[in-house]
């Protein structure tokens, strides 16, 4: 499908402000900026198998569009929700556990990157990828 492969990071996109809007502390915020994050991506009709490879950690997580699951992220924020397709793209809406706030990410592929688009409490940030 349109997403498989392994993806690597490429750069950023306000994404420092993104993580500050979002609570994390200025060290994890600096660290994340150089994670070397690669995600794989296999998709089988409307279930997907991904791993997050980082400098930090990996993680492999199993889900299927529009059923809610639960997922930490890489600062160890919990989160809850789903991931939709909205014609070619790709649409995960998590609810905070900590503070009910909304975190609302996509993932598109233009041209021969996939990016990756963040928006949460007003703050927009983006991470692209190239194939690996």
Do not use: P
């Amino acid at each position: 499908m349109t997403f498989d492969g392994t993806w690597k990071i490429e750069r950023n996109d306000n994404y420092d402000k993104f993580m500050e809007k979002m609570g994390v502390n200025m060290v994890k915020r600096k660290l994340a900026a150089h994670d070397n994050l690669k995600i794989f991506i296999q998709q089988t009709g409307d279930k997907f198998h991904v791993k997050e490879s980082s400098n930090f950690r990996n993680l492999e997580i199993d889900f299927t569009l529009g059923v809610t699951f639960d997922y930490s992220l890489a600062d160890g924020t919990e989160v809850s929700g789903s991931w939709t397709m909205e014609g070619d793209t790709l649409k995960g809406t998590f609810l905070r556990k900590d503070n009910g706030n909304q975190l609302t990410t996509t993932r598109i592929i233009q041209g021969d990157e996939l990016i990756q688009s963040y928006s949460y409490e007003g703050v927009d940030a983006k991470r692209i990828f190239k194939k690996a």
